[in-house]
């Protein structure tokens, strides 16, 4: 515990000892308002205070002076008492807690009186204070939905009443618009004890009235701290789960995102629900995912809100980190909540899950863990404590409420120093946080910077291990993964070599890759293995080896299920891939969505048919939709038949005696579910095994699983199809005398931004290795045009490893257009300039 903190819990015990908590009910017996407290001077006091906060004693919670403030009302005057005794000013210095029925009662009065100061204090009062929060607007109080239509002006009677004819005709329906008894059963499976449907209708009215701005705001900022202390320290919310309570009403407040909340009230609210243990964290959750789009949008641009507001208003740097913020991490923290609350109450698959293989643990120590290096090399995904509560990951939705692009905050991501983040990502989880530990709020380009530092660290520790083990042998160190390679028979020594070496010692795949072609100069600094890339799967995606199938309709490869092909190879395009995250290198490949589900952990389902399978897919649907009579009109079976890529005939029972099983309306789900199971799944199951053990042998240990959804590692494998040239232009550099104001220059941009898509392709080939964009766009490409001489009529040439091309000054633009377009067409293999 900090100074400060201890120094204010502290004061709280000294003012209970001496002012008491102003209930006159009071049971606490070191407590000035409990009925057996002995009184104690300020010295006694203090002392006492001291030797409580030692003890971690109870503390209560602040009830104001219930005859301060009768005095103050009655030397204000009785002159409205006495016109409605029901309604007299010192009667509302009893309410201790709210319900619908009081709000309107004083509503009401203060209505006639023209006067809000008696609600004020009321609001203020009660949503200062803990235990009347939590006491407030329970279910099993008589609340009615009517009960604050007798004390709403006429007008807005009139503009509710036209609203809802409207709905009525519209046909629409969400848990907003329910009435109160419907909304609590829809709640109700959250065993929560709050009326929703009571709360919105007050702060409806409350939020209307100017003055009762000021009041919520005040009572907010008075009530957190007191809050946080309770729920770090006290265990409140173990004691009382109805604690959360004061989360769920305060978070109904719709104008929590407004200015007045972001200097103080709503960051110190984030840092008190920040401290709500897990259990209540996913509570809320689950309340959260019932509640209709509009409103958990609010409360996730509120948390968003916050985010930026801060941000911009401070300055980050290497001394002083936006993750040293408190703000900042505790909206992060809060933002989680309703991201998956956004995750539950969209379309989830928690079922078809691949069956992880697990390691086997071995007792001997690693040299990682002799050198005191395994908490960098920690093996398998972290474990979200929210996620693991609540049963669900990112990877599980299917369509959420909100889109994940939407949690995204940009600037933040602007600040954060991902080197540093990194450290406490994987060193001081403990002590430091890492907005990695909450990736929904980070970029593809942030993580994969996060991403790129862990690759790192392990090639380098590989080269570390290398030279160890060298010198204890007296052998020849050898820091990276060699792979020498004919180029007419890539693939037999490719194969040949990754095979030796996934047996021999898997731990090599994690050094840094190193090709050499024989009988070729290049050397390789990145070029020459992007070249090695492209070539292995040129080759492996012939559709004359038969290892994959080719959809014409949809340009996507599939696994083929009758491939008389090794698993050794399917191991061996496992490992390309693995080898290309590993590197940072950006590859050609066409897969559908499924196969990164299915590498991230989750089974192909009939929805993924839609990607990988369309003619089926449809079909599937139709049977699904078919309003007639399935068994009759469609006469099927669970015996399905399909041809192999040799033309051959299979047939494949979906259930034992198939054949003599009819597709019918109550089955035909069934039937959906098996076909797209055996097509995804369980036809390509050996060879898909294989595929994704090789995947595993490089990415095993890396935090590729906890960080990207699917989407996002096929971004970091294949890169983006989008090619925008005029983001490469403004991020080139020039060197050897060019400049972008040169002529050459000029005209060598009006060039390439004339050329057509493939040959666009053809020129990021030739330059950088690859005709993808990298992750974020040709804009991260750090391109650089080197003047390679005066006038001349040799080609353009590049150094594929370093994005660079070297252009001689052409005389005019029609011969640089014919020389770059020569040199990129017929542009293949690697020489020593």
Request: hydrophobic share 35%; with cysteine; glycine share 6%.
């Amino acid at each position: 515990m900090n100074r400060a903190t201890a120094k204010l819990l502290i004061e709280r015990y000294f003012r209970q000892l001496t002012e008491g908590c102003g209930n006159g009910n009071c049971t606490n017996e070191f407590c000035a308002s409990c009925c057996d407290f002995q009184p104690l001077d300020n010295n006694s006091a203090a002392a006492k205070a001291l030797e409580l906060f030692k003890i971690n004693a109870k503390l209560c919670d602040y009830h104001p002076s219930i005859t301060a403030s009768a005095d103050r009302r009655t030397q204000e005057g009785s002159k409205m008492s006495d016109k409605d005794p029901g309604f007299s000013k010192e009667d509302f210095s009893e309410v201790h807690h709210l319900t619908e029925n009081t709000v309107c009662t004083i509503l009401s009065f203060c209505e006639e009186e023209g006067d809000y100061s008696a609600l004020v204090r009321v609001i203020g009062r009660v949503f200062s204070n803990a235990e009347a929060l939590m006491k407030s607007f329970r279910k099993d109080e008589s609340n009615s939905a009517n009960n604050l239509e007798s004390c709403k002006p006429a007008d807005m009677k009139k503009n509710e009443n036209q609203s809802e004819r409207s709905s009525e005709n519209t046909g629409a329906s969400s848990a907003a618009s329910l009435p109160g008894e419907a909304l609590n059963e829809v709640f109700d499976a959250c065993e929560v004890t709050v009326d929703i449907g009571a709360v919105r209708r007050v702060y409806d009215r409350l939020l209307s009235i100017d003055q009762l701005q000021v009041a919520l705001v005040n009572a907010l900022i008075y009530l957190t701290p007191n809050v946080e202390l309770d729920l770090e320290y006290l265990d409140v919310y173990e004691t009382n789960p109805d604690y959360l309570n004061i989360f769920i009403i305060v978070m109904e407040n719709s104008n929590l995102h407004s200015p007045e909340y972001l200097e103080v009230a709503l960051p110190q609210f984030c840092k008190a629900m920040s401290k709500l243990p897990v259990t209540a964290l996913a509570r809320l959750t689950k309340l959260w995912s019932k509640y209709d789009l509009p409103h958990i949008r609010r409360m996730m641009e509120t948390f968003q809100q916050l985010i930026t507001f801060t941000v911009v208003s401070n300055e980050y740097d290497g001394e002083n980190l936006v993750n040293d913020d408190e703000t900042v991490v505790a909206a992060t923290h809060c933002l989680q909540v309703v991201f998956f609350a956004s995750i539950l109450g969209g379309d989830v698959d928690v079922e078809h899950n691949e069956e992880d293989e697990e390691d086997s643990d071995s007792d001997e120590l690693t040299l990682h863990e002799l050198l005191g290096e395994e908490r960098l090399y920690k093996k398998g995904p972290r474990i979200n404590p929210l996620e693991k509560e609540l049963g669900v990951r990112p990877m599980d939705s299917i369509k959420p409420l909100i889109p994940f692009e939407d949690f995204i905050n940009e600037s933040l991501n602007d600040v954060i120093e991902m080197d540093k983040d990194f450290t406490f990502f994987k060193v001081n989880a403990e002590t430091k946080f890492s907005f990695q530990t909450c990736p929904f709020i980070l970029s593809v380009i942030t993580k994969n910077q996060g991403l790129y530092y862990d690759n790192r660290i392990r090639m380098y520790s590989e080269r570390r291990l290398t030279a160890l083990f060298s010198m204890v042998q007296g052998q020849q160190p050898n820091p990276y993964l060699k792979l020498k390679v004919r180029r007419d028979h890539i693939i037999d020594d490719a194969l040949v070599r990754l095979e030796m070496i996934s047996m021999e010692n898997p731990s090599d795949l994690k050094k840094q890759l190193y090709v050499e072609f024989e009988g070729e100069q290049g050397v390789d600094e990145g070029g020459v293995s992007k070249e090695f890339f492209q070539l292995v799967l040129e080759e492996i995606f012939n559709p004359d080896i038969g290892m994959f199938t080719y959809e014409n309709d949809t340009k996507l490869f599939w696994f083929n299920s009758s491939s008389l092909e090794t698993e050794a190879q399917y191991t061996l395009i496992g490992i390309v891939l693995g080898l290309a995250i590993y590197n940072n290198c950006i590859l050609d490949v066409h897969f559908p969505m499924v196969v990164y589900r299915k590498l991230m952990g989750k089974k192909g389902t009939y929805l993924d048919l839609s990607d990988s399978h369309p003619v089926l897919y449809q079909s599937l649907k139709g049977v699904l939709e078919y309003m007639g009579n399935v068994e009759e009109d469609m006469m099927m079976t669970f015996q399905i038949s399909h041809t192999d890529l040799f033309g051959n005939p299979v047939i494949h029972d979906l259930k034992e005696q198939g054949d003599q099983i009819s597709v019918t309306k109550e089955n035909r789900q069934e039937f959906v579910d098996l076909y797209a199971d055996y097509i995804l799944n369980k036809s390509v199951e050996r060879q898909f095994k294989a595929f994704k053990k090789g995947f595993l042998m490089v990415t095993n240990e890396s935090p590729l699983k906890y960080l990207f959804r699917p989407e996002e590692v096929e971004l970091l494998i294949c890169g983006s199809r989008k090619l925008d040239f005029e983001a490469l232009e403004k991020t080139t550099e020039y060197d050897g005398g060019y400049s972008k104001d040169s002529q050459v220059i000029k005209d060598f941009w009006e060039v390439v931004h004339s050329f057509g898509e493939d040959q666009k392709k053809l020129f990021l080939q030739f330059t950088t290795g690859s005709d993808r964009a990298p992750v974020g766009g040709l804009g991260k490409l750090k391109m650089i045009i080197a003047k390679n001489g005066s006038d001349t009529d040799r080609l353009p040439t590049s150094h594929t490893c370093f994005n660079a091309l070297l252009l001689p000054e052409y005389s005019s633009k029609e011969k640089l257009r014919e020389r770059l377009l020569k040199a990129i067409t017929y542009a293949k293999g690697f020489g020593m300039l």
